[in-house]
């Protein structure tokens, strides 16, 4: 069977995450919680949930043992996503200098395809404020509204799910 790529926003390439990412993607992270997510977040809550970053080599173990995908605008990294063997989509993060160009939409469809393509019947993720309403667009719904704590802070979010109705499990 033949795999029809799905069509991307103009300048959107959205490819499987590779080793070579790490520092990329992890500037990504790091810049979209301290720059984008102060448009719903105090400085200090974006602290607290940047915390303490990673060291290349885990953030680079922890990519690749998830399905991650890397969207390239421009020749340049500019977002990821992922999701796990479960469908739980633990990540979803554009640069803040690819905002608005169509990044995250083009990640969450090649979530949402790789998702249909491991068979899997439900998604879920716990959203940010900031990417709640990206989720909503691709037919994620709140399940539920939470607020976890770092340290003495708190941090709303939401916990969403997306069911698959067309899941169906392919044979290679």
Do not use: K
Request: glycine share 6%; net charge neutral; aromatic share 6%.
């Amino acid at each position: 069977m033949t795999r029809v790529p799905l069509p991307e926003p103009d300048g959107v390439h959205v490819r499987p995450y590779e080793p070579a990412d790490a520092a990329a993607t992890l500037e990504t992270f790091t810049l979209a919680i301290t720059r984008t997510a102060l448009a719903r977040y105090t400085a200090e809550q974006v602290q607290a949930w940047i915390g303490t970053p990673p060291s290349l080599g885990a953030w680079d173990e922890a990519r690749r043992a998830v399905r991650t995908f890397v969207a390239e605008l421009d020749g340049r990294v500019a977002g990821f996503s992922d999701v796990d063997d479960r469908g739980y989509v633990d990540r979803l993060f554009v640069h803040p200098a690819a905002a608005r160009r169509g990044v995250a939409g083009a990640l969450l469809d090649r979530v949402l395809a790789e998702a249909r393509r491991a068979g899997l019947a439900t998604l879920t993720t716990h959203a940010s404020l900031v990417a709640e309403p990206v989720f909503a667009r691709h037919g994620f719904e709140v399940v539920a509204r939470e607020t976890v704590h770092r340290g003495d802070v708190s941090l709303d979010r939401c916990e969403m799910r997306r069911v698959l109705h067309s899941a169906t499990r392919l044979t290679h």
